[in-house]
């Protein structure tokens, strides 16, 4: 085999890997040889039929903790929670000038073998080690299990497609022809939690046979989605998009200043920054609600007072009928009352520059398929040649 197809070999193989999706884990150690822990993808379990529990871990030879769990020959193998991919991050080096020991980033317990155990894994196998053989780059450990600290409750951190991903419960179909009828009918779309329940609804309902998969979330939470594969498309704005992603545009939409019923702004017909000066806002804390708004009032030569911070635009909604402060929101519901039957009145701003845009995303370079095609091809007729009610 010569070199060249080596080589391309050797990335295809990677490219193909890529897509095999894996828990998280960082491994750890100490005892002679000193503390160290790694983050590792390449963990399996090899049998539960020996003597001990065995499982398997592979650490690249330039760690530091490879040469360290060969000395020490204990090691701890801690698989992450969804909500922990800041430990991950810091055992794989990326926080270098925020923490000198990476074991700050956590709280750490010690285990039976000496190796340290993060108090709070999703589960945590305590092992010690058996063999050692190296192959190629990477040390392959072989483990016996000696104890495991095991978590009431969580999610296991996923790392596929290059980025990280959470678990999700997919329900078995009840027959293989049912299994073979939805496949390719199957659509996995992200949304922003204020476009979805307007739009979504509306969408589907032209896509009978369908089974949608919906993920909520803001714009972090569906750039990961639309790299681990979690969804095939999203409806998102288009602020502050990478350009990993391939965007179809489909309406722009002004932002507007939402107020109490009985406010005394309510009878301008139109609202400009410098009159929000010193009012109380509420604002969506959500990316990029959370600086695109108020950077509106900024870049106007306004200065915004944030008094609260809300999850949802419905709860937006809600503090501001009660009079806890306005709202700067893009999308508008049909409805003027708050989720709780008091009034809300929406007014136009102006003098700012700046607005958003609702577009389907993907990932660029993906070919849309099946039903994620013809939703993007809804999408285009639903809003060709004029703005959504929203």
């Not at 926080?95 to 700050?104: C, I, N, P």
């Not at 053989?133 to 290059?162: M, Q, W």
């Not at 990478?242 to 017909?269: C, E, I, N, R, S």
């Not at 804390?285 to 635009?313: C, E, N, Q, Y």
Request: proline share 6%; aromatic share 6%; charged share 20%.
């Amino acid at each position: 085999m010569d070199g060249s197809h080596a080589h391309t070999l050797r990335d295809r193989f990677l490219q193909g890997m890529s897509h095999a999706a894996c828990t998280v884990n960082v491994v750890t150690t100490d005892g002679p040889a000193g503390r160290a822990g790694v983050t590792v993808s390449a963990m399996s379990s090899v049998s539960a039929d020996t003597d001990r529990p065995t499982l398997l871990v592979c650490v690249h030879h330039l760690s530091q903790a490879a040469s360290m769990i060969r000395e020490n020959g204990v090691l701890c193998v801690n698989v992450l929670r969804d909500d922990q991919s800041h430990v991950s991050d810091a055992f794989a080096g990326r926080f270098k000038g925020e923490v000198a020991d990476k074991f700050d980033c956590a709280e750490w317990l010690t285990c039976a073998s000496g190796a340290p155990r993060l108090t709070a894994p999703l589960v945590a196998f305590d092992c010690a080690l058996v063999s050692s053989e190296k192959v190629g780059t990477h040390h392959i450990f072989l483990c016996e299990v000696t104890d495991l600290h095991g978590a009431e409750g969580g999610s296991p951190l996923i790392y596929a497609n290059r980025a990280y991903g959470a678990a999700r419960r997919i329900d078995s179909v009840t027959s293989l022809r049912a299994g073979r009828d939805a496949e390719g009918r199957t659509l996995r779309i992200g949304c922003f939690p204020t476009i979805g329940p307007y739009l979504l609804p509306r969408l589907l309902a032209e896509m009978p046979g369908t089974t949608p998969r919906m993920i909520e979330g803001d714009r972090r939470a569906l750039s990961q989605a639309l790299q681990t594969g979690e969804c095939d498309v999203a409806l998102m704005y288009d602020i502050g998009l990478a350009d990993m992603f391939q965007t179809q545009p489909l309406t722009d939409l002004t932002p507007y200043v939402l107020l109490p019923g009985d406010h005394p702004l309510t009878k301008k017909a139109r609202i400009t920054p410098d009159m929000l000066n010193n009012l109380p806002m509420v604002l969506l804390d959500s990316d990029p609600s959370r600086t695109f708004f108020p950077g509106l009032l900024t870049s106007a030569g306004a200065t915004p007072t944030v008094a609260h911070h809300a999850p949802s635009i419905e709860m937006v909604r809600g503090m501001v009928a009660h009079g806890l402060g306005y709202a700067i929101l893009a999308t508008k519901p049909a409805s003027a009352m708050s989720y709780d039957g008091l009034s809300v009145v929406a007014r136009p701003l102006d003098g700012v520059s700046g607005s958003s845009s609702v577009v389907l995303a993907w990932p660029k370079g993906a070919a849309l398929e099946g039903a994620a095609a013809e939703f993007a091809i809804l999408c285009r007729k639903a809003f060709d040649g004029h703005s959504p009610s929203t």
